[in-house]
């Protein structure tokens, strides 16, 4: 019998800012996006560049993925306790919905 050769390619990594998941009836689509923002060096103008990495999966993987992850998270809360939003992630959020409630046109500002 002759053996078969395998190749691994790693992917890249890729820091993550913010993830949507969407779905047709044959798979779901998992968007990690992360948002950088920049400084145009033409004009001085700041800007965001966004970049996509983007997962296809079957709905029977999905199911198994979500129980990976549900089992995962289990076991790192059991060893270094409960995960819980960043008191820095909470204070924008809270600065967010006043600011939102102060104005009828509310922004989200990545420049900080």
């Known amino acids: 019998m002759a053996e078969t050769r395998v190749d691994v390619e790693n992917g890249s990594e890729f820091a ?5 998941i969407s779905h047709s009836p044959l798979r779901f689509v998992i968007d990690f996006k992360s948002i950088t923002p920049r400084v145009d060096m033409n004009n001085q ?3 965001l560049v966004a ?8 709905p029977y993987l999905m199911k198994e993925l ?9 076991k790192f809360e059991e060893k270094f ?7 820095a992630l909470k204070a924008a959020e809270k600065d967010h919905h006043h600011h939102k409630k102060n104005s009828t046109k509310a922004k989200q500002d990545y420049f900080g």
């Open 16 to 20: 993550a800012d913010e993830v949507s």
């Open 45 to 47: 103008q700041p800007r």
């Open 51 to 58: 970049s996509h990495s983007i997962i296809k999966v079957e």
């Open 66 to 74: 979500i129980s990976v992850l549900s089992e995962n998270v289990k």
């Open 81 to 87: 306790g409960p995960i819980e939003k960043p008191a």
